[in-house]
């Protein structure tokens, strides 16, 4: 596994890696994700394996607003009420999925994304042409890994092919939302307090 600090990497490297097929885990404003190219299914599973995943969830991904046509078959205004607010930043939203898009990176027809705070992965999906898989770094029912020691401990001896070390993080994960139904429903409470003035 080669490890390298979040401001010694240069970010097209990582960008070619995933386009390759491999996986990284990186740091967000939040937690230690996995990533990997959000629609190649060969990858996705990999991710699923490592992780011990049941197979009836999916994974959420980090986009940049260029990003959303890709994977989202609309946004609601009042979705475009919420990115404006809060994106950048902790907050996930379910949206309803493009038709075309792999399982893994979607449940009963709908996809989750968000554009990260400030952060490697900020930096990262930027310049990505493409979306990236951010499930948290961790086994299936652990906590989700914080410190790049936490991310080893899980998946030394696994083909990751990079682990940047962004030192320290948070540790609360994203605030996740459904706004495809009405009124919009939190699924998961997390570091930001949502309001729908």
Known sequence: M?????????????????????????PTETLYGIGGKYNNKKVLQKIFEIKKRPQEKSFPLIIDLKHLSLVA??????????IEKYWPGPLTLLLPAKKHLPREIKKENKVAVRMPGESFALNLIKISPF???????????????????TAISYFKGEKIDLLI??????????????????PPKILRKGSIELSFD
């Open 2 to 26: 080669k490890i390298i600090k979040a401001d010694q990497i240069d970010l097209q490297e990582v960008i070619d890696i995933l386009a390759k097929g491999g996986i990284i885990i990186y």
């Open 131 to 149: 979306p990236i898989t951010a499930t948290s770094a961790n086994i299936s029912g652990e906590p989700g890994a914080d410190c790049v020691e």
């Open 165 to 182: 070390d962004g030192g320290k993080l948070p540790g609360i994960a994203s605030t996740i939302l459904d706004i495809t139904i009405n």
């Open 73 to 82: 078959e609309s946004v609601s205004p009042q979705a475009w009420k919420l």
